[in-house]
């Protein structure tokens, strides 16, 4: 499913923590928020979720306009801390929110099965979580987004605080899930992690600086380093040329 | 809805300690309350001059006191109950009448001077008194007359405790969040979590009636089924008033230092203290304390023996209290999810 933010602005109070962002994350691809810490890029998934509504402009999943209750049924979402019932177990865990989506229980148990399977952890199935592993519990928790088969995914900073062998196992998984046709964004604000996807959005203090597919984005800088583009950006809005899409 | 409640429930069972702090706590506390307030048998200690009148020693003597008769005139009764500590009443005859000096004003004392009255009425039966009472016998301990209190007292401490912790922990870890960015309605979440905690409460409800009536023996005049379901409204507010004070802590160590403002005040004003006698009118306050209204329709079954007619404007009350908090809870998850 296609995400389409036009002129989307959010002000939380006085201040503006959005500010007029337009991009569209295209159908089966992953997305990449890029940005530093506080740049905006937890509050723009939000915004697209539609758990919080744009002060001015609009959002569609496909062709609906957010927020919107029903769609929450297509969108998974993983959150940036693991979001989970410590004192289940990891099947009761996938129990519920498969039960809150409202699956079938025949269709739940089998998709349960399957999602084990994904994140490698049908052996630790009946353990309660606290006794997991951070790696475990961040692969619960992506079983949990994915359990009930949703056509978008969002992914906030899904592999802060995680070992690099881990993240390369975490990132083989986004691809599989996006092989089934699944559009994923991704918030990271480890540049490294750029090449990983299709495209990358990069924000800088609520503003959109750039929108372009990877290979672009690469071949604009010299180094071959994401990281020149923001430092270009912070350049620029300090001359005060504020909020002017680079290039 | 029933998806959550269930959860719920599985939750606090994996979790011992919240079952005991429910279930077990209550009756520990009540034990232990019906031990400090229940009959005692202490035998007072008093003490006359040589020179008391025969029929006067006699009549005390039969009394249940410990006599002793000192051989000296005691001239400053005051600084005789200091040298001697063990004695707790100094009780003098002379011409002009009786002169009766306690320690202190407390129970001992007052046990003291009861013992001193029924010795007198028995020697002149025309200033005998009987004392009989609406409610309630004289032979009542306070454990009798003031236990209903701690009954609503504890239900609601520890379903609030258990409740605000909980819901403090959803919100910290991040699982309320993602409960909302499903297609969970907000209200949805408030009643399964209450509906949840509702089991427990039930539970804790009948456990800890019938372990006060039918074990520690409190007196009940009235019908059991109408205090359960005092309890469980009662509880039920607890569970939502919990989950409201949980917005304004960000951790559990927060839940308990809101207590002095969430519930002590609730314990001066749940019957403890007679209202009547609070001064500058604060006593009206109590129409704001969820326990005052649980506390209140249980004396009136337990203490009154009255039925649902007398408690109907205290059930009304936590009903009320339970709409509001529940419209205040619905309405904090907009936090997460404006729809």
Not at chain 1, 95 to 121: A, M, N, P
Not at chain 1, 155 to 179: A, N
Not at chain 2, 72 to 93: C, G, M, R, W
Not at chain 2, 170 to 185: D, V
């Amino acid at each position: 499913m296609k995400i389409r933010v036009a002129g989307t602005t959010k002000s939380f109070g006085q201040t503006e923590v959005i500010r007029h962002i337009d991009f569209t994350v295209m159908s089966g691809e992953i997305c990449c928020l890029l940005g530093p810490s506080g740049s905006g890029k937890t509050t723009l998934i939000r915004l697209m979720i539609g758990a919080i509504a744009p002060s001015t402009g609009t959002i569609h999943i496909g062709d609906t306009l957010m927020p919107n209750m029903t769609l929450l049924n297509e969108i998974g979402f993983m959150p940036q801390n693991n979001a989970l019932y410590e004192d289940l177990t990891a099947e009761d865990n996938l129990l519920f929110f498969g039960s809150v989506y409202k699956l079938e229980k025949s269709v739940l148990k089998q998709r349960i099965e399957e999602v084990l399977k994904i994140v490698d952890l049908t052996a630790h199935r009946q353990k309660r979580v606290h006794v997991f592993s951070g790696g475990m519990k961040k692969r619960l928790s992506l079983a949990i987004a994915i359990l009930h088969q949703p056509k978008v995914l969002f992914l906030d900073e899904p592999t802060v605080g995680i070992d690099p062998v881990l993240r390369r196992e975490i990132w083989h998984q986004f691809h599989r899930i996006k092989q089934a046709g699944t559009t994923i964004v991704v918030s990271t604000h480890v540049m490294d992690e750029v090449i990983e996807c299709d495209r990358a959005a990069l924000i800088y203090e609520g503003t959109l600086i750039e929108y372009d597919t990877v290979d672009n984005l690469l071949a604009k800088t010299q180094t071959g380093r994401v990281e020149e583009l923001f430092i270009l950006a912070s350049d620029q809005l300090k001359e005060g040329t504020t909020h002017e899409p680079l290039s | 809805m029933n998806h959550l409640a269930k959860r719920v429930i599985r939750q606090t069972l994996n979790d011992k300690r919240s079952v005991m702090m429910i279930l077990i706590a209550p009756l520990l506390l009540l034990t232990l309350i019906y031990l400090l307030l229940g009959d005692t048998d202490y035998v007072p200690v008093i003490v006359i001059e040589e020179a008391t009148p025969q029929n006067l020693v006699t009549a005390l003597n039969k009394q249940d006191i410990e006599l002793i008769q000192e051989k000296q005139t005691i001239t400053s009764p005051k600084t005789y109950l200091t040298d001697n500590e063990h004695v707790d009443a100094v009780f003098l005859y002379s011409d002009n009448g009786f002169d009766m000096t306690l320690r202190e004003p407390s129970t001992k004392s007052s046990t003291a001077a009861k013992e001193i009255q029924a010795a007198l009425s028995s020697i002149n039966p025309a200033s005998k008194m009987e004392t009989s009472y609406v409610h309630g016998s004289t032979d009542q301990s306070t454990f009798d007359s003031l236990g209903y209190v701690f009954l609503s007292l504890f239900s609601f401490f520890m379903v609030f405790v258990i409740s605000a912790m909980a819901f403090v922990k959803e919100r910290s870890e991040g699982t309320l969040e993602r409960l909302l960015m499903t297609p969970i309605k907000r209200s949805e979440v408030i009643l399964g979590y209450t509906m949840g905690y509702s089991v427990f409460a039930i539970a804790q409800a009948i456990l800890i009636v019938l372990y006060t009536v039918y074990i520690l023996q409190m007196s009940s005049n009235g019908n059991i089924f109408l205090v359960l379901l005092v309890l469980l409204l009662l509880a039920t507010t607890a569970v939502l008033f919990g989950a409201t004070i949980s917005v304004f802590a960000s951790s559990a160590l927060q839940v308990v230092q809101l207590i002095p403002f969430t519930i002590i005040p609730q314990v001066f004003f749940s019957g403890l203290i007679s209202l009547d006698l609070i001064p500058y009118h604060l006593g009206n306050l109590s129409y704001i304390m969820p326990i005052f209204y649980g506390a209140s329709a249980i004396k009136e079954i337990m203490v009154y023996g009255n039925g649902f007619d007398a408690i109907w404007g205290y059930l009304s009350g936590l009903l009320l209290y339970i709409l509001v908090l529940y419209t205040i809870n619905v309405r904090a998850l907009k936090k997460f999810r404006n729809a």
